[in-house]
Each structure stands twice: as C-alpha cells, then as structure tokens.
C-alpha cells in the first residue's frame, strides 16, 4: 500500500545540542523555502493560465510562459524536499511497518533513510557539476528567451544539498534517540 507516511508528525530530529541548533537553523530555512516554493506554485498556474488566455483567446504568440512555468516549478520541487522529509511527507510503501516489530522496523527506517542519504548526496554532486559547467560556459537555454541554466541548476543544486542535510541530521537523530531510549532501559 503506498501512502503518504506521517505527514505532521517530523521524523527523529535532533532537539538539542549542537544538532539541535543546527536543526533549528535548516527548518527555519526549509520553511522559508516551502512558502517560497508554494508561491512559486501560484505564480507558475498564474503564468501557464496567461498563456491559454493570451494564445487562445487574445491570439498573443508566447514562448516564454513555459520556461518561466518550468524553472518556477523545478525550483518550487527542489525548494520544499528537504522540508516534506522532515515531516516525513515523501511517497512511501508503509506495508512493513505495519508488519515487523518496532525495532526491525526501526532499522528498515534507518536503512532507507541512509541509502536516501548516499543517493540524494550524489545527486548534489552532480548536480553542482551541472551548475559549474553552466555558469563558467554561459549555458542558455535554445529558446528565443534564453534564460540561464544555472538558475534551474543551482535551485536542484540547493535542494538536494539541503535534503542531504536533512536526511543526515534525521540519521545522527534517530542514533540519539536509539542511545537515549537504550539508557532509560
């Protein structure tokens, strides 16, 4: 069964310390970026529903609308990521947690929340990559507008550096949470 999993309730997330401080300091950022990304949202159906206006209806040739509706829409998908996972928004298959007992459970979790951790980090790599090569040679994109490809870039760039962020704090707070329910024992 796939389902949002947990949407409201955060994922273990450092409280205190010095990872506390640091988580504090990514969710005042990821929230800034999930309004920022929800107006992006607003502003891309604003801009594709000017586009069926303007063609359909006013007959104004346009060729804009669409780079502008998909650079708003990858920065506003990248933007808000690291702000689902600390709800732990993102698509899940829960079927297992359903079925195996909490500490195996917890581990599949942990597993999961790793290996999304080495993926999203080499996504970012990659991804800066991209952004270098764009920035250093100019690159537009074909259009008659041409807009810079490192503004798409950079927002992939950025979203992933912070969901790695996020991903690594859940990790070290989740270890933190396994340490302290181990003493209480």
């Not at 506003?76 to 079927?95: L, P």
């Not at 581990?107 to 920035?135: M, T």
């Amino acid at each position: 069964m796939t389902t949002i999993t947990g949407v409201g309730s955060p994922a273990d997330i450092p409280r205190a310390g010095v990872l506390g401080l640091v988580q504090g300091a990514v969710t005042g950022l990821n929230g800034a970026l999930a309004l920022a990304s929800a107006l992006a949202i607003a502003v891309a159906g604003a801009v594709l529903t000017w586009e069926v206006i303007g063609r359909y209806f006013l007959s104004i040739a346009s060729d804009w609308q669409d780079e502008l509706s998909t650079f708003l829409l990858i920065g506003a998908t990248f933007g808000s990521a690291a702000w689902t996972q600390a709800r732990r928004g993102h698509v899940g298959i829960d079927a297992l947690a359903h079925v195996l007992p909490p500490g195996v459970d917890r581990v599949r979790r942990l597993l999961a929340d790793l290996c999304s951790l080495l993926f999203v980090a080499f996504f970012a790599w990659k991804s800066w990559q991209l952004l270098g090569e764009a920035w250093e040679e100019g690159q537009t994109t074909p259009s008659s507008w041409g807009p810079p490809l490192w503004i798409p870039y950079g927002c992939m760039t950025a979203g992933m550096a912070l969901l790695a962020v996020q991903l690594l704090l859940q990790l070290l707070g989740s270890r933190h949470a396994d340490s302290t329910e181990a003493n209480l024992a």
